[in-house]
């Protein structure tokens, strides 16, 4: 069983920055990609960014690609959302999630965090 736990958000406002975490648990990540996601009120789950557990690749949303920096600290377990530029449009419920391989997709991710609120301000 894997538990993911996300931490961070808040309110900002536009042009500012917040770092989201997730702290993994439960077993061994070394095979293992960890995305983060979002969603809206009235939208859809939508990718944001995701990481390999094990070599460190990453791939990003276009809407994000520039502005937010997905990463991963072995030693504890954590992946980080580093969301600089922020803008109102990033307003969203962020989640974390684990999973097999990179997909873009919520669909492969079998472990989910319970969501962490982010508001961006204009």
């Known amino acids: 069983q894997v538990q993911l736990v996300e931490s961070g958000g808040g309110l900002v406002q536009a042009g500012g920055s917040l770092r989201l975490s997730c702290a993994a648990s439960?077993?061994?990540?070394?095979?293992?990609?960890m995305g983060w996601f979002r969603q809206a009120p009235g939208k859809e789950r939508e990718f944001v960014a995701v990481?390999?557990?094990?070599?460190?690749?990453?791939h990003y949303a276009d809407s994000v690609k520039g502005r937010f920096t997905i990463s991963r600290d072995k030693a504890k377990n954590t992946v980080y959302l580093q969301m600089n530029s922020l803008k109102p449009e990033d307003t969203a419920v962020y989640f974390c999630?684990?999973?097999?391989?990179?997909?873009?997709?919520?669909?492969?991710?079998?472990?989910w965090g319970q969501g962490t609120q982010v508001t961006v301000a204009s």
């Open positions: 999630a684990a999973g097999g391989a990179i997909a873009t997709s919520p669909l492969p991710y079998g472990y």
């Open positions: 439960g077993r061994t990540f070394s095979s293992y990609v």
């Open positions: 990481i390999s557990w094990s070599d460190d690749r990453t």
